[in-house]
């Protein structure tokens, strides 16, 4: 009898979780509409929307399972380098070769999440970094397959579902890179608010009491580690396939240092953190590009001390308050 | 053979000096500072702009390059670092990640990002063989500096009051407060001492590894072994961990050369795989 009211209660409460917020809807009505906003910078939207994506992938475990990973590039240059890779040898039919990115980089999250689930966050923190140094020196040692240093070159395209072809302006490129972001931000969307998402949740907060009350810890852990490769494999392959090439970049530090700094703007474990995250990253770099084109590096550093330092609170209280606003405005929880 | 072998014992040294001082920040406060491979290149820097520029003899300029590193440690460690000390790991990381970040690019700003040279006396040049093996001169200086750097240190951590002190402060920085130990104090010495020590490697490392504003970046993982495989409780642990590193890499990159890093990352990976408890996670309060 109580055990089942306790069900219903949990499902009422995924339900509520579940519903759409106003504001979420405006959000991807927005995007959408970017289209026709912005038709000169489809090229920066398109970026956007790929970083938006990998944000996503990171904060699917980082934010839901509470796993810390340095390494998030191996994913992206596993998506990007499948993908680029299966363009030119096999076939051009981008959404296939979208399939076959995440494939291979869940396959690689699945065979390295059992290194990844040991121990506390600084050893997981190591090991993500290590493996993804593995691949970038892999990438760099198959020069033949890979290109090495030069980058994969000789990607050709064909048109997306048969119909709409690539086009300089990233018309094409930003329309189906938010269309594979909206659709599987719908499935992660899901994903967090089904009793899956709860139980990461719990091991999260608490794994000793997590796996007491029943929840297979390290099996939950592996597959949200796995899904999240893939996303981020997934985030690879489209930009592999919209910039038409694949350099060892994608493989490097920098990446998962970027996406470390896109979800600590945007704030971990809502889903829209990487989201939001990767529009004001992407305008900020965009901005501070136009003043000192070099140097990047050094501004992106001096925000990451600072937002650690302190600047994170003040953003998020004042988004926090906002978002309060907007809640009281729309009626229902945001998250 | 031998003589890699021995040009790998010297790398070692080097990395040894470079990375001692990280692995007792590390124990002591638990604190995680990727940004220490940023000492080492001030020092280096510091080192080479003293000798090009005000044409500071060699040997001088590796004190002035450890008493910069050192200077500029305890700076930072009053202003930046102190309040980082309670937060999470992960902020540690991206903190001292940014650090890097700002490390690297500035010097590259102020400095250009082409390779430094540095020019060693000439008493500091050239080989000879004992036996048949091959040693550079240079190689068997920075042996003996390290080697003593080592035995001092020992002899510091072990037998002196401020050793023991700080032994108490890194096995239970709690209780270690309550009996009065300056717990504070003792690690901002300490943390400008590693520092320096850094600053001092990195001006010993210049001939051995090269130095360029990418430096920090290049060699953090290097340092992070060190400390993950030595342990934070000791001198001797780091100073075996690096032995190893240095002479497995040098001996990989010379015989295999096509694999390159390869083996560094993968050596971590298996060792950080095999213990994972035993590196970083001490048994404390």
């Known amino acids: 009898m109580r055990a089942e009211t306790f069900e219903r209660r949990v499902r009422q409460a995924l339900y509520v979780a579940r519903r759409w917020h106003p504001a979420e809807i405006a959000f991807w009505l927005l995007a959408f509409a970017a289209f026709l906003l912005f038709p000169r910078n489809l090229l920066l939207l398109n970026e956007i929307a790929i970083l938006a994506l990998f944000a996503l992938s990171l904060d699917l475990i980082l934010g839901y399972a509470g796993i810390v990973s340095l390494g998030h590039a191996a994913f992206l240059g596993m998506g990007a380098y499948a993908a680029g890779l299966f363009a030119k040898h096999v076939g051009a039919d981008p959404l296939a070769g979208l399939v076959v990115g995440m494939g291979m980089a869940g396959l690689l999250g699945l065979v390295t999440s059992p290194l990844v689930l040991r121990g506390t966050d600084l050893t997981r923190l190591m090991i993500t970094l290590g493996v993804a140094l593995i691949l970038y020196e892999l990438a760099n040692s198959f020069g033949s397959l890979t290109g090495g240093a030069d980058g994969l070159q000789g990607i050709t395209m064909g048109p997306v579902l048969g119909l709409f072809d690539f086009d300089i302006f990233g018309r094409t490129a930003y329309l189906y890179s938010l269309s594979v972001l909206f659709v599987l931000f719908l499935v992660a969307r899901r994903v967090v608010h089904s009793p899956f998402g709860l139980s990461l949740r719990a091991v999260r907060d608490n794994s000793l009491r997590a796996s007491a009350s029943g929840v297979p810890n390290a099996r939950r852990l592996a597959a949200a580690y796995t899904l999240s490769a893939a996303y981020a494999g997934a985030a690879g392959a489209l930009l592999a396939q919209t910039t038409q090439f694949v350099s060892l970049d994608v493989l490097d530090f920098h990446r998962s240092a970027d996406l470390m700094l896109v979800l600590i703007i945007g704030g971990a474990g809502y889903l829209y953190g990487g989201l939001v995250g990767a529009i004001a990253f992407k305008l900020l770099q965009d901005l501070i590009a136009t003043f000192t084109p070099q140097y990047w590096m050094f501004w992106i550093g001096l925000f990451l001390v600072l937002f650690v330092l302190g600047g994170r609170e003040i953003i998020h209280g004042a988004a926090k308050a906002a978002a309060g606003r907007l809640a009281r405005l729309g009626k229902g929880a945001a998250r | ?285």
């Not at chain 2, 750097?149 to 108490?168: D, E, I, K, M």
């Open chain 2, 1 to 285: 053979m031998l003589t890699i072998l021995f040009d790998g014992i010297a790398y070692g040294m080097v990395l040894f000096v470079l990375g001692c001082g990280l692995s007792v920040t590390m124990g002591l406060m638990n604190f995680v500072n990727l940004a220490h491979g940023a000492f080492a290149m001030l020092g280096g820097y510091v080192a080479v702009q003293a000798m090009q520029r005000w044409g500071v003899p060699f040997l001088a300029s590796l004190p002035l390059a450890f008493l910069a590193a050192a200077l500029v440690g305890i700076v930072l460690e009053r202003l930046i670092y102190r309040p980082m000390y309670g937060k999470s790991h992960l902020d540690q990381v991206m903190f001292s990640i940014g650090l890097v970040f700002m490390a690297v690019a500035g010097t590259d700003w102020l400095m250009g990002s082409t390779q430094q040279f540095i020019h060693l006396p000439s008493w500091l040049q050239g080989r000879f063989e004992i036996a048949g093996v091959g040693i550079g001169r240079y190689r068997l200086f920075v042996i003996v500096i390290c080697g003593l750097l080592a035995v001092s240190l020992q002899w510091g951590f072990t037998r002196t009051r401020f050793g023991s002190r700080l032994r108490a402060a890194v096995d239970d920085a709690r209780v270690a407060r309550g009996l009065g130990i300056p717990v504070n104090r003792l690690f901002a010495l300490t943390f400008a001492l590693g520092c320096g020590l850094a600053g001092l490697g990195g001006a010993l490392g210049i001939e051995l590894m090269g130095l360029d504003p990418s430096f920090p970046l290049k060699f953090m993982i290097y340092f992070l072994i060190v400390v993950t495989v030595g342990g934070t409780s000791s001198i001797t642990g780091p100073f075996f961990a690096a032995m190893l590193l240095g002479v497995a890499d040098v001996v990989g990159k010379y015989l295999v050369p096509e694999v390159g890093a390869f083996i560094i990352y993968a050596l971590m990976v298996v060792l950080l795989v095999t213990r994972p408890h035993g590196l970083f996670t001490r048994a404390r309060a």
